[in-house]
């Protein structure tokens, strides 16, 4: 089956993009990637880093998807959990689902605070079976919104994380954005994570779990044994914040933002120069 990756790129996120695309192209030959690059932004580093790559890397410039709805998705957690701007984007990303069904077999979506350090083939061959292959959020979902005292509105035993997921193109239906539209209006005071929670609500029972190491986060309990295949900075400690704080019990966060730090220095001269000082010293400072 013809599987193909795609990644939606706005111009405020150029530098992590820069890192998760070209960490991904490097360790999965044969993948072609589709960068979705939000009109009229300057991306002339991030096409310089992914020229090594040409025949595998395709650019479409685009306007995000514009909806009235947006302006009724407010409520005390949006500001903790995403920005309120960033809803284009993720439209973008149920977009890029439909478009992408007509071009492959299995659809990969990549976020882009993300280090890949491993080929990903098994798990393309797991979502050969029909159903999504991701690996699961239910604990840590679960803890953050006990610790606030929030409903969960996607309560499924597999709520699966999208910062990377295999998808078989023949479940996703052409109207999926207007589907996610509908889905903003009708959960608009009470979305945590938009397009997460549309798709693990449309996808409910159809999910295959892949090992942590596909998608490994911080707040995995796996995190400390596991050898990752794709590192996620999920949350507000990522390799280049301003600040952060190492988690309890992590020794290996010790490890992954030295390597991320490595990383950068490998793509550094297309890197902003803020960006490698901030992700070199947090790298000293865990």
């Avoid at 595998?56 to 709805?69: D, H, L, S, Y």
């Avoid at 990303?93 to 990969?108: F, P, S, T, V, Y």
């Avoid at 919104?145 to 969960?152: A, E, F, H, V, Y």
């Avoid at 120069?273 to 790298?283: H, K, L, Y």
């Amino acid at each position: 089956m013809r599987a193909k990756a795609f990644c939606v790129i706005d111009p405020d996120y150029i530098d992590p993009a820069i890192i998760a695309a070209a960490s991904f192209l490097r360790f999965n030959a044969g993948i072609p990637l589709v960068v979705y690059l939000e009109a009229g932004g300057n991306y002339r580093r991030l096409r310089a880093a992914l020229e090594q790559y040409a025949g595998r890397v395709e650019f479409r410039e685009v306007n995000f998807p514009e909806m009235a709805v947006y302006d009724s998705v407010r409520n005390q957690y949006t500001e903790i959990f995403y920005r309120p701007e960033a809803m284009p984007a993720f439209a973008q990303r149920i977009r890029g689902l439909a478009e992408m069904r007509q071009e492959c077999d299995i659809i990969l979506n990549l976020d882009l605070d993300t280090l890949t350090l491993n080929h990903i083939r098994p798990a393309i061959r797991a979502a050969e079976s029909g159903r999504i292959a991701a690996v699961s959020e239910r604990d840590n979902r679960d803890r953050w919104l006990r610790n606030l005292g929030l409903t969960d509105i996607a309560p499924m035993p597999d709520y699966f994380n999208t910062g990377f997921a295999a998808y078989p193109a023949a479940i996703i239906p052409d109207d999926i954005l207007r589907e996610y539209a509908d889905f903003l209006r009708a959960y608009h005071d009470r979305i945590y994570c938009p397009e997460q929670d549309f798709l693990n609500l449309k996808f409910a029972g159809m999910i295959t779990r892949l090992p942590a190491a596909y998608n490994l986060m911080f707040t995995a309990r796996e995190y400390t044994i596991t050898a990752p295949r794709i590192i996620h900075f999920l949350g507000f400690n990522k390799p280049w914040s301003a600040r952060i704080s190492r988690p309890e019990g992590l020794s290996n966060f010790d490890h992954y933002f030295p390597r991320y730090a490595v990383e950068a220095e490998r793509l550094g001269g297309f890197l902003s120069p803020e960006f490698r000082t901030a992700v070199a010293e947090n790298a000293r400072r865990i």
